[in-house]
């Protein structure tokens, strides 16, 4: 299975994703923050990452642009999860080079299915 990356503040949304993840086969590297998840990012090489927006210190929007503008980490899948729903988030997420956008509250199954077809067309796209 793949190798995912989750960054959320929220130790109980992060451990809900991380369990249903793990419960899918994957293996799942969780952080606390945008520094980490680039940190980790550029030590695990995850094969996906979903990154919440609002963490403190480095935002999941400023860890994907940092992600885009890495060479080795750009094709990186990216899903954003997070609570603001607005249009204009949503396409603020987009622009910043997100995947797909989440918002909270979530289903564990629909977090599951979008990783599942990020990775599906991650793996299409490779070959």
Same mark, same amino acid.
């Given at each position: 299975?793949? !190798? @995912?990356? %989750?960054?959320?503040?929220? %130790?109980?949304? !992060?451990?809900? %994703?991380?369990?249903k993840l793990t419960s899918l086969g994957h293996d799942v590297v969780a952080v606390g923050d945008g520094a980490a998840a680039i940190q980790?990012?550029?030590e695990q090489s995850p094969d996906l990452a979903v990154l919440d927006v609002m963490m403190p210190g480095m935002s999941g929007l400023d860890a994907v642009r940092l992600i885009?503008?890495?060479?080795?980490? $750009?094709?990186?899948?990216? @899903?954003?999860?997070?609570?603001? $729903?607005?249009?204009?988030?949503?396409?603020?997420?987009?622009?910043?080079?997100?995947?797909?956008? @989440?918002?909270?509250?979530?289903?564990? !199954?629909?977090?599951?299915?979008? %990783? $599942?077809a990020l990775l599906a067309r991650e793996s299409t796209d490779s070959h």
């Amino acid at each position: 299975m793949a !190798r @995912i990356l %989750v960054a959320d503040d929220d %130790v109980d949304i !992060r451990e809900l %994703v991380a369990f249903k993840l793990t419960s899918l086969g994957h293996d799942v590297v969780a952080v606390g923050d945008g520094a980490a998840a680039i940190q980790a990012c550029q030590e695990q090489s995850p094969d996906l990452a979903v990154l919440d927006v609002m963490m403190p210190g480095m935002s999941g929007l400023d860890a994907v642009r940092l992600i885009r503008a890495e060479t080795h980490l $750009a094709h990186l899948p990216v @899903i954003l999860l997070t609570a603001r $729903a607005q249009e204009s988030d949503v396409e603020t997420g987009f622009d910043s080079g997100a995947d797909d956008y @989440i918002t909270k509250p979530f289903s564990p !199954r629909e977090l599951a299915h979008r %990783v $599942a077809a990020l990775l599906a067309r991650e793996s299409t796209d490779s070959h």
